[in-house]
């Protein structure tokens, strides 16, 4: 079952890369189009903690709003 679940990240994480190659989105649009590319909002999260980890990413806050873009 881990591995599976692993394999999903991973798989969401490279469909929110492509996604963030076109520019900067919030939590909810990332939410919105992972799902409708199959994936839950958790698997959603553990995507973007992936990209993170790996230095793919930058996560910013402003007021109440949280951002995710694409490092350079």
Do not use: P
């Not at 490279?14 to 996604?19: P, S």
């Not at 939410?31 to 990209?51: C, E, P, R, V, Y």
């Not at 790996?54 to 806050?61: Q, T």
């Amino acid at each position: 079952m881990a591995e599976y679940v692993n394999l999903k990240v991973g798989e969401a994480a490279g469909v929110l890369y492509r996604r963030l190659e076109e520019g900067e989105c919030s939590l909810n649009q990332i939410k919105t189009h992972l799902s409708t590319n199959g994936f839950d909002s958790q698997i959603a999260l553990m995507a973007i903690g992936w990209l993170s980890r790996e230095d793919k990413i930058s996560v910013n806050r402003e007021a109440n709003r949280w951002s995710v873009q694409l490092n350079e």
